[in-house]
């Protein structure tokens, strides 16, 4: 791991029919507004991935992760910063996920997420997952 790396816990939350969870990062965003993305968020000290994305899904989204597991771990260099993604595929969750910031939210089957315009270091899970879906 790059010693710089910002660290971000990423979910793929799915719903009964098998679509995927994404939101579009709000058109103020500092970092790459616009685009779309998987729910998910940086650590925060102290942390490890899990714990932060119990934390943010219930911070953005108001939802309540149950179950999951590791699904990859990946890093992604940016022109200004590089990012160590630990992607989760979350199995168990209550509630409906509602935007707590703004955010716009979407579900899609997995191979819409190719006609997304998603974060660049997310292109890896779409891979990811169209693998899973042949399977």
Known sequence: MHPDAIKVAVAVVKDARGRILVNRRPAGAAFMPGYWEFPGGKLERGEDAWQALVRELKEELAIAVLGGQ??????????????????W???????WPVPQEGQQVGWCEPR????????????????KLLELAET
């Open 70 to 87: 590791p699904l990859m771990v990946l890093e992604h260099g940016y022109p200004d910063r590089r990012v160590r993604l630990e992607v």
């Open 89 to 95: 595929q979350v199995d168990e969750y209550s509630g």
């Open 112 to 127: 819409q997420l190719e006609q997304l315009r998603l974060l660049p270091a997310d292109g890896p899970i779409v891979t």
